[in-house]
């Protein structure tokens, strides 16, 4: 059985330099693989893109200390998927419930943006925890590129699969892709993902896991 995560992981030159760039300047950073966070029997699993410089990063917890945490985490605890509505530290206490948040690339890359050979390297990663997520009903990929990847993950052809906000596409066994824009900075201030966009689709995933 492959491993989900490895916290020693240094698969990708261009990411481990940078990390150990990073670690050399903020050295009370994480500045290593982040982890999952969450419930280990989760029937929605959240696949983001990457761990922020000052956020997952900084803390070793995904979207944890940006601003791109601040609507999910929100939006979770509203519907009852998160035992509270903020992500501060890794340490705070806060516990997710019935879900999991990972990332497609473990690994924080230079200005958010990991290369094409990044996202395949460490998708052996994705693909073992969504293999091994037994339970999970539902997988909501936060942006284009965590759609691929739960696509790759399951050995699916992205042209088969469009991505758009709101989109659904049947995985088989029971497993439904959700697809959500990223609640990055510039898409909640742009407005391209508002409040109450990103509820929807949470209430849809949260609905979609707990149907019969």
Do not use: W
């Not at 982890?35 to 995904?62: K, S, Y």
């Not at 742009?190 to 409040?195: A, G, H, I, Y």
């Amino acid at each position: 059985m492959n491993p989900i995560f490895d916290a020693h992981c240094r698969r990708c030159p261009r990411l481990a330099a940078f990390l150990d760039a990073v670690h050399a300047e903020e050295p009370d950073y994480h500045c290593r693989p982040v982890p999952p966070f969450g419930d280990p029997l989760a029937r929605i699993v959240l696949v983001g893109l990457a761990p922020g410089m000052h956020g997952a990063n900084r803390t070793g917890r995904p979207f944890t200390g940006d601003h791109a945490g601040i609507l999910l985490y929100r939006t979770l605890h509203k519907f009852g998927l998160a035992s509270g509505p903020e992500s501060i530290t890794a340490d705070d206490g806060l516990k997710l419930q019935g879900a999991r948040i990972t990332n497609s690339v473990k690994c924080l890359p230079p200005a958010n943006k990991p290369l094409p050979v990044e996202v395949k390297e460490c998708n052996a990663y994705l693909r073992a925890e969504l293999q091994q997520s037994r339970s999970a009903r539902v997988i909501l990929a936060l942006g284009a590129i965590a759609h691929t990847a739960v696509l790759r993950a399951f050995d699916l052809a992205p042209a088969a699969f469009r991505f758009a906000h709101a989109a659904e596409h049947d995985l088989a066994a029971g497993r439904v892709l959700l697809d959500s824009y990223h609640c990055s900075r510039y898409n909640t201030q742009t407005r391209r993902l508002t409040t109450d966009m990103f509820e929807a689709v949470i209430r849809r995933a949260r609905d979609l896991a707990l149907a019969p």
